[in-house]
């Protein structure tokens, strides 16, 4: 690389370098160091397991125990086993011959579904098991459930047929119009390979068909010792860890004779252009052209294998860069485009992916089929190269920085995915140093044979999804066009950027110190009004987060332009700035991120927030200070709008969830702001409408500044003197200038709403609101009274319709009511078969009566509230805990008494409290819709 052999020159002397860089040998097969704080080891029986000792979370504790047996293994009439499996592993055990393990998980602050949990993969099926703060005993049960997934799962005729039920709910839960099409595609590309056609769900009609004995002996035959991985990381002595794995899983032993594994078979050469379209009124108008080539089995992981994956993702970054700079030129008819490469044991791919504007797609095709063309035949600049390398190490150097902020759960994730598939879990700072050898003179001609060998195999398959759709003859006709065109020149290296925002006036002076006694932060006060929120802290190494807080929200937004903030709340960021675009800003940060902020509207005030590194705080603020004082509106958001918002109402068509919260809103409140527009009307508005509201919001509101983590209040003085500090003084006169319409819910009682949706004929959704009302700070024990009683209602009722009757997924049951803005309310969500829909909400209700009547054990509400206690106390040990008890706190000091009061208010909350806020707010009959699909008679 050019920039490492400058930096030899300067460092040893021209001579020298020249010679080391000739006399030293490209490592080619160096072995990857595995992570030393890893301990790894083999059980006499096979079971493998890895070990890491880590306190973040303090006290916490995550489990792993995998199968490297997924869906691939599954012969055509046990399609979905492997996941049926996955589910009855939570149904029926040998320790838990009823189910219900949440029962004894949840009061140790444990919650089903977030803390416990599975996947099933094509691969691998891995469960999970967090556990906040566990003793002895309590670790010694979690890993006795997972020693009953190894050999202790139980299939009663009927404990199956209840959890048919729930398989073939989130079957038809998570089916969707798109992801149809991707499957579609999937099989299409695949034509035939075993990862393409086995998808892990399986098909309606081999779950309705498995029985007891077809999963006992697909359980019996892969749950064997030597296809397991455990994995543990936590807060507590390694020996100790391993002396709970050796006693928990040493006395497994398999069931009959080894299996053999499905053959490997690679996609046959020689395979022709072909094309093929779906067509669905919600499906976005996308393209993609593909060539399949031969998978990567599992093989060593070392430097040779990361070399090959590297050149591959440089490449692929080089093109997306051009791709990206092609759409922003709002040209071609092209809104975005990428390109991937991926491969799994038996087939690998290479896409271009292509999201025209309107009904351009053929020249988006041919646009996107133009830079692929050019790349192959000239390949990439030295500079795009050892930009794209640099991206990637800065990357890993923010691991190398993170490295002591690590959370538990998400290590344990990280070691046993890679140990399921043979790669090595290497150290923050052995991956950098594995990557240097990779990348190692790397060169431009290099990285075109890496493309050159990804973009090969099979000619170009091509697909496409929208509303109406191109033919397969005019899909075949287009690629074969742009094939036949002349090249474009060779690409040229943009001229560098320069950071146009490094000076916004004088530096700014600190005129107040103040410090903030519970919970311990510091309050500045600048000359020109700007107020810092300061606290450093060692909770996450090398991390900062920053926020703003400014304005007043929903009370300076007309409700006529309601529907612009909305959707300006989400795209004023890629507005850009005066004197830079969206993608120029990308370009210039791209290896810190200080552009990928959120921009957040409340009923109060406006917010800003991102993380960033220690290093990264000056860019930071210096982004940030640039949009609040100069922010762009580009007009090139409105070649894209039209086709994004156009989309976004074709699926609100085809969700029966959309659908049925769209119809409750507009029936109860027909003139809240909040309802959806018209399509038309919402199709007119433009960058300017943004403008119009946001740039006075963005220029003038006075701004509360946060910045919490491992910063010294020094160096954030410095940086924010020269950032927010330096900004001309704004005005602190109150900005509340209108008295916005927030939702309100009438006390009649409101007849059922049934409405239909134009997707899936399986699917159907059901929502039950009980109205709260409009939350304020004083009235904080009764909504917490109401959370809990939220959860002890969603708990009761996934036990009643999902484990008891088998007749959904995931219901879930949910409180929302901020602060001075819409009336707060209870909801209910289900989504169900169509012919189930209306039992469910009856049940629903049911549920809801007895609570109402007082049916709440102590048992129930300590089941409830322990994981919400639990969660709470793992956030208090991170910076974003105290950035959020700190921001805004200076203009609305509720926000820092909330924070404090949490958790001694939560654990404040009696039976009696329950059992009241049940009795009161579950009273009235709740507001029922009902989303069925279109054409459907009961």
């Not at 029962?103 to 094509?122: C, L, S, Y």
């Not at 399949?292 to 994956?309: C, H, S």
């Not at 860019?619 to 090139?636: E, I, K, N, T, W």
Request: charged share 25%; glycine share 8%; hydrophobic share 45%.
């Amino acid at each position: 690389m050019a920039g490492a052999l400058a930096f030899a020159v300067i460092a040893t002397g021209g001579a020298r370098a020249e010679e080391a860089v000739r006399a030293a040998p490209k490592v080619d097969h160096a072995s990857l160091t595995p992570d030393p704080s890893i301990t790894r080891g083999t059980l006499p029986n096979g079971v493998r397991y890895l070990i890491m000792r880590n306190a973040a979370p303090k006290g916490a504790v995550s489990l792993r125990f995998a199968i490297d047996v997924g869906s691939y293994e599954e012969a055509d009439p046990e399609r979905g086993l492997a996941h049926f499996i996955e589910h009855m592993a939570f149904r029926s055990t040998r320790g838990f011959p009823n189910g219900a393990t949440d029962k004894v998980f949840a009061p140790w602050g444990v919650a089903f579904g977030r803390d416990q949990n599975a996947a099933t993969t094509i691969f691998s099926t891995t469960y999970q098991l967090d556990m906040p703060a566990p003793d002895p005993a309590q670790l010694k049960t979690g890993f006795g459930w997972l020693r009953d997934v190894a050999d202790g799962v139980i299939f009663s005729d009927e404990a199956v047929n209840l959890e048919r039920g729930v398989v073939i709910a989130e079957m038809e839960s998570r089916s969707n119009p798109l992801l149809t099409a991707q499957e579609t595609a999937a099989k299409f590309q695949g034509a035939g390979q075993r990862s393409a056609e086995r998808s892990p769900i399986g098909t309606l009609e081999t779950v309705q068909a498995a029985r007891a004995a077809d999963l006992k002996r697909f359980y019996d035959t892969w749950y064997r010792p030597e296809h397991a991985v455990v994995t543990v990381v936590g807060d507590m002595p390694v020996e100790d860890m391993r002396a709970m794995i050796e006693s928990a899983f040493s006395s497994w032993t398999g069931r009959g004779p080894k299996p053999v594994r499905a053959k490997i078979v690679q996609p046959p050469p020689g395979r022709v252009q072909d094309a093929l379209s779906v067509a669905g009124e919600s499906l976005p108008t996308v393209l993609s052209a593909c060539r399949v080539r031969p998978g990567d089995p599992v093989a060593k992981d070392d430097v040779a294998r990361l070399r090959v994956r590297t050149r591959s993702q440089v490449w692929q970054a080089i093109l997306n860069q051009r791709l990206a700079q092609k759409a922003a030129a709002n040209e071609d008819h092209l809104l975005g485009a990428m390109a991937l490469s991926t491969e799994v044991r038996d087939m690998g791919i290479a896409c271009l992916i292509v999201m025209p504007t309107g009904d351009g797609w053929a020249e988006a095709l041919r646009a996107g089929e133009a830079e692929i063309n050019r790349f192959a035949k000239d390949g990439p600049t030295e500079l795009e190269v050892e930009k794209a390398v640099e991206i990637a190490r800065a990357r890993l150097r923010g691991g190398v920085v993170g490295v002591g902020s690590r959370k538990s759960s998400n290590l344990a994730d990280d070691i046993v995915a890679k140990a399921l598939v043979g790669d090595v879990a290497t150290s923050p700072a052995d991956a950098i140093y594995a990557y240097d050898l990779a990348v190692e003179d790397m060169t431009p001609d290099e990285v075109k044979a890496s493309f050159a060998a990804d973009w090969t195999g099979s000619e170009p398959l091509l697909f496409m999804t929208g509303a109406k759709p191109a033919s397969r003859e005019a899909l075949l006709a287009a690629w074969t066009r742009g094939a036949g065109e002349t090249p474009q020149a060779r690409y040229a290296d943009r001229a560098a950027l320069t950071w146009g925002y490094t000076s916004f006036g004088k530096p700014g002076k600190v005129i107040k110190r103040e410090p903030v006694a519970d919970p311990g932060f510091t309050r500045l006060r600048f000359a020109n009004g700007l107020v810092l929120d300061f606290k450093q802290t060692k909770l996450e190494p090398n991390k900062v987060e920053v926020r703003l807080n400014f304005g007043a929200g929903r009370r300076e937004v007309d409700d006529s332009q309601y529907a612009a903030a909305e959707l300006g709340s989400a795209v004023v960021i890629a507005g850009g700035l005066g004197k830079h675009s969206f993608e120029d800003i990308q370009t210039m940060f791209e290896t810190r991120a200080a552009w990928a902020f959120q921009l957040g509207m409340g009923p109060k005030g406006f917010s800003m927030r991102n993380t960033t590194f220690t290093s990264g705080v000056d860019d930071q603020l210096q982004v940030m200070a640039a949009y609040m004082s100069d922010p762009g509106f580009r007009p090139s958001l409105d070649a894209r709008l039209p086709t994004a918002i156009d989309m976004m109402y074709r699926t609100y068509l085809t969700q029966p969830e959309a659908a049925v919260n769209m119809a409750v809103a507009r029936k109860i409140a027909p003139d809240w702001p909040g309802n959806a527009p018209s399509r038309e009307e919402m199709a007119r508005i433009r960058s300017a409408d943004f403008e119009r509201v946001f740039k006075p919001i963005l220029t003038t509101a006075p701004v509360e500044l946060t910045i919490v983590g491992d910063i010294d209040e020094a160096t954030a003085i410095a940086a924010v003197s020269t950032t927010f500090g330096a900004l001309p003084a704004r005005s602190t006169a109150p900005r509340d200038r209108v008295q916005p319409q927030f939702m309100r819910y009438p006390d009649a009682p409101v007849p059922p709403i049934h409405v239909t949706h134009e997707g899936q004929r399986d699917k159907a959704a059901a929502q039950l609101l009980w109205p709260l009302y409009v939350s304020t700070p004083e009235r904080r024990p009764e909504e917490y009274s109401l959370k809990l009683l939220a959860a002890v209602f969603d708990t009761a009722l996934r036990r009643r319709i999902r484990e008891e009757l088998g007749k959904t997924y995931a219901p879930q049951v949910f409180t929302l009511g901020p602060d001075f803005g819409d009336q707060g309310v209870l909801q209910v969500n289900i989504d169900a078969a169509p012919k189930d829909i209306d039992a469910l909400v009856e049940e629903a209700g049911k549920v809801a009566a007895q609570l109402r009547a007082g049916e709440i054990t102590p048992q129930m509400l300590e089941d409830a509230r322990q994981p919400i206690m639990a969660a709470a106390r793992a956030r208090r040990d991170t910076n974003a805990w105290w950035a959020g008890a700190m921001a805004g706190s200076n203009q609305d000091p509720a926000i820092l008494e909330e924070a404090l009061s949490y958790e001694p208010l939560m654990s404040a909350v009696s039976l009696q409290d329950v059992r009241a806020a049940a009795a009161k707010w579950l009273a009235r009959d709740p507001i029922v819709g009902v989303a069925y699909p279109a054409g459907w008679t009961k």
